[in-house]
């Protein structure tokens, strides 16, 4: 590993590091002595602030002048044929990017020089503060310098304050985080209280509603109480009324019920002896009609007997016929069959005869086609007659 690395240096090195860190030490003992505690009612304070804000305003000028010369000579050279436009606009973004990055940095510290004077006391006790923390971290770091030729404790100084800034930016944090969440609370508050007070004016509301609705039930139940006293008075009175109207109307219905049941008594005496003289005469036509009965049952039993007597000629005469019927229908079918055998073989000779014709022609046609038998080639007079002869069968056919 570099020896540097560890904090350890060269007699030379060592040295010339003493002498830098003795004159740094010697130019902030006599900072310390030459500044003032505060600018605050010096004459000068405005000349020195002023001074300050010019160089600032002077820097961002400078800074803006060349971003927009930048800018210009980008647009000329990105509408320009000329070679190399590459790298040149690669040059120039790089170039208005870090241009741009000062502006940025030069506004934030304008901003914070404008937020917070120099001329306050704070300012300058801050100022007095770093200045003896730093004499005292290269005092410390010169004598250790000047006895082992190591600056171990300068190291050691800045990790613990790159540590306490930390720390602080983590408190200050915490810190900004613990205002927003008063604030939030401080907001959630408000909501709620808002919220609980609309309810309580509602509730407020709402038992006024009530005061007013209970006021107007007592009333209400009042007039119904009123109302129903009346409405039972009066349904005593209408039930009364219609007791009394049912109870004259039950007297007169019983009377005429009376009336009715006398009615009845004298219709049913009437009626009874109006079924006993029906009686009598029903009586008589039962002996009339069971005589008529008998006379009717001899003389329908006289004429079945006739009947059966009718029946049994009748089923003889049917049995003769039917027995004659048998053999006249027999005969019929011989002589059918009789006839179907004639009509088929005289049907069996007509067609032999024509088969037989048939033959005979065709043979004679033979015998002609190949001048055999009689009708072999002779004379002329043969020739002639066989012609004729020909000519008769054609004309016989």
């Given at each position: 590993?570099?020896?540097?690395?560890?904090?350890?240096?060269?007699?030379?090195?060592?040295?010339?590091?003493?002498?830098?860190?003795?004159?740094?030490?010697?130019?902030?003992?006599?900072?310390?002595?030459?500044?003032?505690?505060?600018?605050?009612?010096?004459?000068?304070?405005?000349?020195?602030?002023?001074?300050?804000?010019?160089?600032?305003?002077?820097?961002?000028?400078?800074?803006?002048?060349?971003?927009?010369?930048?800018?210009?000579?980008?647009?000329?050279?990105?509408?320009?044929?000329?070679?190399?436009?590459?790298?040149?606009?690669?040059?120039?973004?790089?170039?208005?990017?870090?241009?741009?990055?000062?502006?940025?940095?030069?506004?934030?510290?304008?901003?914070?020089?404008?937020?917070?004077?120099?001329?306050?006391?704070?300012?300058?006790?801050?100022?007095?503060?770093?200045?003896?923390?730093?004499?005292?971290?290269?005092?410390?770091?010169?004598?250790?310098?000047?006895?082992?030729?190591?600056?171990?404790?300068?190291?050691?100084?800045?990790?613990?304050?790159?540590?306490?800034?930390?720390?602080?930016?983590?408190?200050?944090?915490?810190?900004?985080?613990?205002?927003?969440?008063?604030?939030?609370?401080?907001?959630?508050?408000?909501?709620?209280?808002?919220?609980?007070?609309?309810?309580?004016?509602?509730?407020?509301?709402?038992?006024?509603?009530?005061?007013?609705?209970?006021?107007?039930?007592?009333?209400?139940?009042?007039?119904?109480?009123?109302?129903?006293?009346?409405?039972?008075?009066?349904?005593?009175?209408?039930?009364?009324?219609?007791?009394?109207?049912?109870?004259?109307?039950?007297?007169?219905?019983?009377?005429?019920?009376?009336v009715k049941i006398d009615e009845e008594v004298r219709v049913n005496g009437e009626i009874e002896s109006f079924l006993k003289t029906h009686q009598r005469e029903l009586e008589e036509k039962v002996e009339y009609w069971m005589e008529k009965y008998d006379k009717d049952v001899d003389a329908k039993q006289h004429e079945l007997d006739v009947l059966k007597a009718s029946k049994a000629q009748d089923l003889a005469r049917l049995q003769e016929l039917t027995k004659l019927y048998a053999e006249y229908e027999q005969v019929v079918v011989e002589d059918r069959i009789e006839k179907e055998?004639?009509?088929?073989?005289?049907?069996?000779?007509?067609?032999?005869?024509?088969?037989?014709?048939?033959?005979?022609?065709?043979?004679?046609?033979?015998?002609?086609?190949?001048?055999?038998?009689?009708?072999?080639?002779?004379?002329?007079?043969?020739?002639?007659?066989?012609?004729?002869?020909?000519?008769?069968?054609?004309?016989?056919?």
């Open positions: 590993m570099d020896p540097d690395s560890m904090g350890l240096a060269t007699p030379a090195d060592v040295l010339q590091v003493a002498t830098v860190l003795e004159d740094c030490v010697d130019q902030l003992v006599v900072l310390g002595k030459i500044m003032p505690v505060s600018y605050e009612g010096r004459p000068d304070a405005d000349e020195i602030v002023g001074d300050e804000i010019g160089r600032i305003v002077d820097s961002q000028r400078q800074l803006e002048q060349q971003f927009s010369q930048l800018m210009t000579a980008r647009q000329d050279t990105k509408f320009s044929g000329a070679i190399g436009k590459t790298n040149r606009l690669t040059q120039l973004d790089q170039d208005i990017t870090a241009v741009s990055g000062g502006l940025k940095g030069s506004n934030q510290f304008f901003t914070r020089s404008l937020k917070q004077s120099p001329l306050t006391s704070d300012n300058l006790e801050k100022i007095q503060a770093d200045r003896a923390f730093v004499e005292s971290v290269m005092v410390e770091a010169q004598s250790e310098l000047a006895v082992s030729g190591t600056f171990l404790s300068l190291l050691q100084s800045v990790l613990s304050e790159r540590e306490k800034k930390a720390n602080l930016q983590q408190t200050i944090l915490r810190e900004e985080e613990g205002r927003k969440r008063i604030k939030q609370l401080q907001r959630l508050k408000l909501e709620v209280r808002k919220e609980k007070e609309v309810e309580i004016q509602n509730r407020n509301e709402m038992i006024a509603h009530l005061k007013d609705q209970l006021q107007e039930m007592k009333a209400k139940t009042n007039m119904e109480g009123k109302y129903v006293k009346k409405n039972s008075e009066v349904q005593v009175f209408q039930t009364q009324k219609r007791c009394s109207m049912s109870e004259q109307a039950l007297r007169e219905e019983l009377e005429a019920l009376k055998k004639a009509r088929r073989k005289a049907e069996q000779e007509a067609i032999e005869l024509q088969c037989a014709t048939k033959l005979q022609a065709w043979w004679r046609g033979v015998m002609v086609r190949k001048g055999l038998g009689p009708y072999k080639k002779g004379k002329k007079g043969k020739k002639g007659k066989k012609k004729s002869g020909k000519k008769g069968k054609k004309k016989k056919k």
